[in-house]
């Protein structure tokens, strides 16, 4: 396997071990060495079995073609060059072959490069499938990728680490088809970090959405707006300006964006409706507050027309909801003005939940026109889920929102943890497989402490948060404090002389590292409070999608409705949960992205963060588990009835017991003991390269079996076929023995396609039958005269002009006193009559043409023979005759310069007789002569070897019938 692999780099010699489980030695230095040395020769792909470790390379690398598509697709993962495209390929044929659905979790930190292996494996499977090119399938798979680019512009954003960031998470059900073709997905999304939207850290950009917008919209719709093309106008986006972006150029990314958003869902009107809601959050950022603490005025209310046209609500009421509360008091709803602090939370908070729900909107109308249709109409349906989610951060100033991502990057590495370390290893150890334990880190302990309830982080977040009273940071930073003060993954100041960590924070000790939060924000972020004012007034706008995006707006609602929906912390966990539930339904693939350095320079590694991150990733482990471990199992029942048709003593039936058939299997495909173990309920095999031959020899023994079913199911239905047919028949023809007319004119029954040949076949036996008795109703005369027609038939039918058996075939006997005298002389004749023999200086001269058993005569009105006149019937080497309706027959003699012209009788339908006569008499005397029609025939009767001459035809002018000749060139009508 390794010389194979070795021999498989595409286009390119090997370098270093494709699959990390082949290293000599399985140490945290020789894993290193390794994916160093394959990154810096461009091997960017490297396996743990079937983990693929992907280095981001920081450039364009030219091994994603059609060509390189076309090495992976249909192939196992060892037949290949480690590559992204080989797990892909890997997870759709265990989906289309098993009938399970898979998943491919894609993981590491922030820059690593996960978004673009994302779609690297959605334009894979994009590649492989749909191969009869349907329509809906062609659009389905296009809104799939299509709604990349539309996320990527919406939820995507420069940060210090990577200049196309993720700044939400995204799960994607991919749904196929029976067939394994694509008809319908689902998105989920994950924590949009709508702060971003209000506040970047220096050196960080807003969305990418709001720079492609000013940059690339056109000069009208930016006027229709309210907007200038600079982003350094709007508060929201001015610490963006001058910031140069790798690989993105916003103005012709607006153009892809508007394109994109065509295709999944939103038409052009709509789309007007979409860009200006982005539009009014950059002028509501540019709202500014004078005022105190009591009370906030809008000083420069330049902005407020244009918000009020995009958002499509009064100017008067935007300024109302910015600057004042209502507030419920002895059942009466009062106004209370916010002062300048409160005003600005509120305008930030309506900027955020704008935008969210901007985000929201777009993913459900992507879903809408991605809706798988109901299995009814598809069969079933099986999935492959890609997960593109945020990667583990770690910035100068971590708050909430680096506490949910890292939260998430903890949960995900607990499930690689349970499903490729520790579940593997318990599930050795409860088969009673022989086995030694890996030792591993297992992070459960720091996902209990976030998550747990009710003494974990979130909860007791929650209790501060929802509790009456003052409710502060620092107040539950203490509660923490006194909770957690002996755990080892929790760290805070021990008191006011501690220096070790900034005043204000706590510090986890993640599995990937340890991470420094800022409590600030951490409640107002977790409460995530927009005031029932702003919901109101989003909801009463006559833009359908801020009306339908804000039901809570609705005041019919609000009596009764539950006072406290979830908090921001709370709901996040959950959905981890159910994430991580989902993904736990589905059989998992991973790819393990590994961030080379920090400047995204190409070629270029930092030791200690290549160290850091294989570390805590958990490589090293994963290699051990791997090597030591058994890379399939299953249950021996499902084993045995998947592949007991590869031996004959197991298929087609096995009186047996189950667990013995698995061995007799095994042994007739000749894997040892030493290949596979079977433990108590399940069977492990230890090499890919068994499972693949398995599966193999599967597929072969299927196409055999397939192959006898349909011969079997088409011979059934043949058969079913004929004897319906049959009987049919024999029904029509039963009394046709009677018919005068022999059933010449009965019809024939409908018939299967498959009995064409069948049906040909009988009515050939029918029409011989037919003849045949037509023919023994004849005279021996007239059999005879039949026989000749058929003849002439055979030699001039569709050839020479004129001629139809229709015309019947009269054989009138030349009336002449010497013909008896003649015939006494030399023999009966066969055929006899009056004709014009063409002599050497072109004259037509009149003659009588006989034919007897062995002679052709050409004599005069004496018929008296003379030696020139007589052509031995053996000596005529061939004989042609004009396609056209004429008498001219050219006899063509062995011997150079005698041959005969004849204009043979007074009708062309002498010609027909005359032949047949010849052909049937040179036969009798054991000879053949070639008869052939030809346009310009050719001749030489000059007595002398050369003076070849060619006849020519023509049309007779004045339409006069018969024939004539005319200096060579002969005249027909």
Not at 336 to 363: N, Q, T, W
Not at 805 to 812: A, E, H, I, R, S
Not at 879 to 884: D, E, I, K, L
Request: hydrophobic share 40%; with cysteine.
């Amino acid at each position: 396997l390794v010389s194979k692999m070795a021999a498989l780099e595409v286009g390119q010699a090997a370098i270093g071990f494709g699959d990390a489980i082949m290293l000599d030695r399985a140490s945290e230095e020789a894993f290193i060495s390794n994916l160093k040395l394959r990154f810096e020769n461009g091997r960017i792909y490297t396996y743990i079995g079937e983990v693929v470790v992907s280095v981001n390379p920081y450039r364009n690398l030219d091994i994603y073609g059609e060509a390189v598509v076309q090495q992976y697709q249909g192939k196992e993962i060892y037949d290949s060059a480690p590559h992204i495209y080989a797990l892909a390929e890997a997870a759709y044929k265990q989906m289309k072959r098993n009938g399970k659905d898979t998943c491919i979790v894609i993981s590491g930190e922030s820059g690593s490069g996960k978004t673009e292996a994302s779609k690297i494996i959605m334009r894979y499977i994009a590649a492989v499938t749909n191969a009869a090119q349907r329509k809906e399938i062609e659009r389905i798979k296009a809104t799939l990728l299509r709604s990349n680019v539309v996320l990527e512009s919406f939820g995507n954003a420069k940060t210090l680490r990577n200049d196309n960031s993720s700044r939400f998470g995204k799960y994607m059900d991919i749904n196929f088809d029976f067939k394994g073709d694509p008809v319908g997905g689902h998105i989920d999304n994950y924590l949009l970090e709508k702060s971003r939207v209000v506040q970047q850290l220096p050196g960080e950009r807003n969305f990418h959405v709001f720079f492609q917008l000013l940059a690339g919209a056109p000069d009208r719709a930016l006027e229709a707006m309210g907007l200038v093309r600079n982003v350094g106008a709007y508060q929201y986006t001015a610490s963006g300006q001058g910031l140069q972006l790798a690989h993105v150029d916003d103005k012709s990314g607006f153009q892809s964006v508007w394109q994109a958003l065509v295709d999944v869902g939103f038409p052009g009107d709509t789309q007007g409706l979409l860009w200006g809601l982005v539009g009014a959050i950059l002028h509501l950022g540019n709202v500014r507050f004078e005022g105190d603490e009591d009370q906030s005025t809008i000083p420069d209310k330049s902005m407020l027309p244009h918000m009020a046209r995009l958002l499509c609500v009064p100017e008067a009421n935007i300024v109302t909801a910015l600057t004042k509360r209502a507030v419920a008091a002895r059942g009466q709803v009062m106004e209370r003005p916010l002062g300048v602090a409160e005003a600005k939370f509120s305008r930030d908070a309506l900027a955020k939940a704008l935008y969210e729900r901007i985000f929201f909107h777009i993913i459900a109308t992507i879903n809408s026109s991605i809706h798988a249709r109901p299995v009814a109409e598809t069969g079933k349906q099986t999935v492959i889920g890609v997960l593109d989610i945020y990667g583990f951060e770690v910035l100068s100033l971590n708050s909430f929102e680096q506490f949910c991502i890292n939260y998430c990057n903890e949960k995900l590495q607990q499930l690689f943890i349970e499903l490729t370390l520790k579940q593997e290893q318990d599930e050795y150890l409860s088969e009673g497989i022989t086995w030694h334990p890996v030792e591993y880190f297992n992070n459960k302990i720091i996902c209990d402490l976030v998550e747990a309830r009710p003494t974990g982080i979130v909860a007791l977040l929650d209790e501060e948060s929802i509790r009456p009273g003052d409710k502060t940071d620092a107040a539950w930073l203490d509660k923490m404090r006194t909770s957690f003060a002996s755990h080892k993954h929790f760290v805070t100041r021990a008191g006011p002389q501690d220096r070790s960590l900034p005043e204000g924070t706590f510090k986890l000790v993640h599995y990937a590292g340890d991470v420094v939060y800022t409590v600030n924000g951490f409640l107002e972020k977790n409460t995530d409070t927009l005031f029932k004012d702003l919901s109101r007034l989003m909801f009463s706008s006559k833009n359908a999608i801020l009306h339908d995006q804000f039901p809570e707006g609705d005041e019919r609602t609000w009596q009764g409705a539950a006072k406290r929906p979830p908090t921001a912390g709370k709901a996040f966990v959950t959905s981890m949960q159910a994430m991580i539930d989902t993904l736990n339904t589905k059989i998992p693939s991973y790819v393990r992205c590994i961030k080379p350095n920090h400047r995204k320079t190409p070629k270029k590694i930092e030791d200690d963060l290549l160290r850091h991150q294989v570390k805590y990733l958990g490589l090293v482990e994963n290699v051990r588990v791997r090597r030591a471990g058994f890379c399939f199992r299953e249950t021996i029942e499902d084993f045995f009835w998947r592949y007991k048709l590869l031996s004959p003593a197991t298929y087609p039936r096995w009186s047996g017991a189950v667990r013995d058939g698995v061995i007799q299997i095994m042994n007739d495909m000749g894997l040892n003991r030493s290949t596979y173990q079977l433990g108590k309920t399940k069977v492990f095999i230890k090499n890919p390269t068994s499972v693949f031959r398995l599966e193999e020899e599967r597929d072969v023994k299927i196409e055999q079996i397939v192959q006898r079913l349909q011969v079997a199911w088409r011979l059934y239905r043949i058969r079913k076929d004929i004897r319906a047919y049959y009987n049919e028949l024999l029904a029509k023809f039963k009394d046709v023995a009677k018919d005068p007319r022999l059933g010449a004119r009965v019809v024939w029954p409908k018939h299967a396609k498959s009995l064409d040949d069948a049906e040909r076949c009988l009515k050939r036996i029918y029409k011989n039958w037919w003849a045949r008795k037509k023919v023994l109703a004849l005279s021996e005369e007239q059999r005879a005269l039949m026989r000749l027609q058929l003849i002439a038939h055979t030699l001039l039918a569709n050839k020479k002009k004129g001629f139809s058996l229709k015309k019947g075939f009269p054989l009138l006997p030349l009336q002449h006193p010497k013909l008896a005298e003649f015939t006494a002389a030399h023999g009966p004749a066969v055929y006899a009559v009056e004709c014009f023999k063409m002599s050497r200086k072109g004259v037509a001269m009149k003659r009588f043409v006989v034919m007897t058993a062995e002679h052709i005569y050409k004599t005069d009105a004496s018929f008296a023979v003379k030696g020139r006149r007589v052509m031995p019937i053996k000596e005529i080497s061939s004989v042609s005759v004009s396609p056209h309706c004429d008498c001219m027959v050219v006899l063509r003699s062995i011997h150079p310069g005698q041959d005969s012209v004849l204009l043979v009788g007074v009708s062309s339908d002498c010609v027909p007789q005359f032949l047949a006569l010849l052909y049937v008499t040179a036969r009798a005397l054991g000879h053949k002569i070639e008869i052939g029609v030809e346009d310009a025939m050719k001749y030489n009767n000059s007595n002398k070897p050369t003076g070849e001459k060619a006849m020519q035809f023509r049309e007779n002018p004045t339409g006069v019938a018969g024939t004539y000749w005319r200096k060579g060139q002969v005249l027909y009508a």
